[in-house]
């Protein structure tokens, strides 16, 4: 069994809608949670980062944690077409001080 | 603030030579890099965990002998790989991790393409 996740979609939704992305994860251990956006052939880059159960905003972008349920989500409100790319969820115990376990990453397609 | 670069971002070369890849962190020191591949339609796994001035350490069915690591100074890491063969075709990225903070955030390049002929 995979340490993390994800399903690794395609996920196609229309402009203006909500994406809804999540990850689950075995190891009660990990305390960090990570949500990156990857565009295709680019390094990821950092959209969320929270250690506690509860949800954590940033504009459009909503980071939730259940710890009890082991299972992160990540929503992204009024979907814009510049928002198709591979959304990728990591974690990190204080145990491997960073080393970030990865979920598969789910392709995100906005159509206008 | 907080970028990595890795040089080169593409490169081509023919079976059995090697290859080197560097990963800078341009406007921070990074005491702890870390060296990922990424297959196609994969995500990210990690190769080795690069300590300045100390030796890498290699995940579990890394080879440390093929896949070289240096991180001479506080900005820069290398990965080489050695006797460069197609299966070694792949995405492969660095993050840098910000010296002298408690909180855990890596910062990744923008990936190296390489393709094995």
């Known amino acids: 069994q995979k340490e993390v996740e994800q399903d690794p979609g395609p996920l196609s939704v229309p402009e203006g809608a909500i994406v809804s992305l999540n990850c689950t994860y075995s190891n009660s251990a990990f305390q960090y949670f990570m949500w990156y956006r990857q565009y295709s052939r680019k390094g990821p880059e950092l959209l969320m980062y929270?250690?506690?159960?509860g949800n954590k905003e940033d504009g459009r972008f909503t980071a939730q944690v259940d710890k009890s349920s082991k299972y992160i989500s990540l929503f992204i409100r009024d979907s814009q077409p510049s928002d198709s790319a591979t959304y990728l969820c990591a974690i990190a115990s204080t145990d491997s001080w960073g080393k970030f376990q990865f979920g598969a990453g789910t392709q995100v397609v906005v159509t206008p | 603030g907080a970028v990595v670069s890795q040089h080169p971002s593409r490169v081509i070369c023919k079976s059995g030579t090697s290859v080197k890849i560097e990963c800078r962190s341009l406007?921070?020191?990074?005491?702890?890099m870390f060296w990922y591949r990424q297959f196609p339609k994969q995500s990210l796994m990690l190769m080795a965990t690069s300590n300045e001035g100390s030796k890498a350490t290699y995940e579990q069915g890394v080879e440390k002998d093929k896949f070289l690591i240096n991180h001479a100074s506080l900005t820069l890491s290398t990965l080489t790989v050695t006797s460069a063969h197609p299966e070694d075709s792949s995405f492969y990225i660095c993050?840098?991790?910000?010296?002298?903070?408690?909180?855990?955030?890596?910062?990744f390049g923008p990936g190296t393409r390489l393709t094995v002929l």
């Open positions: 929270t250690y506690s159960s």
């Open positions: 993050s840098a991790r910000l010296a002298g903070v408690s909180y855990n955030e890596q910062f």
């Open positions: 406007d921070f020191q990074a005491t702890t």
